[in-house]
Nanobody, 128 residues
């Protein structure tokens, strides 16, 4: 199993940017897909973005498309989420998760049931 640890959250004004990172450890010798999810107060956890092992396929939730970019560096066992043009509605705890399932299309990683390893989360707060 792969263990995930997020970092990079914080407080930013609307229109600003943040870059979240997720460090993987453990069985990183195996292929694994990764996604970012988020959970706002009083709301259910929702999918944000996913990426395949090779990085050649990514998939985004509609509200973050064209603002967020997911990427990974397998040599460093890290996955990043670059968030630009942030909005107050992006405020949430952001989680990265690893899936042992191997897909070539990142769309298949959009549901939480695909994942067996979750980080502890990092808070992102966007002020208006």
């Amino acid at each position: 199993q792969v263990q995930m640890v997020e970092s990079g959250g914080g407080l930013v004004q609307a229109g600003g940017s943040l870059r979240l990172s997720c460090a993987a450890s453990g069985r990183t010798d195996r292929e694994y897909g990764v996604a970012w999810f988020r959970q706002a107060p009083g709301k259910e956890r929702e999918f944000v973005a996913s990426i395949t092992w090779s990085g050649s396929s990514t998939y985004y939730e509609d509200s973050v498309k064209d603002r967020f970019t997911i990427s990974r560096d397998n040599a460093k066992n890290t996955v990043s989420l670059q968030m630009n043009s942030l909005k107050p509605e992006d405020t949430a705890i952001y989680y990265c998760a690893a899936s042992p399932k191997v897909y070539t299309n990142a769309i298949y990683y959009r549901t939480s049931r695909e994942y067996d390893s979750w980080g502890q989360g990092t808070q992102v707060t966007v002020s208006s």
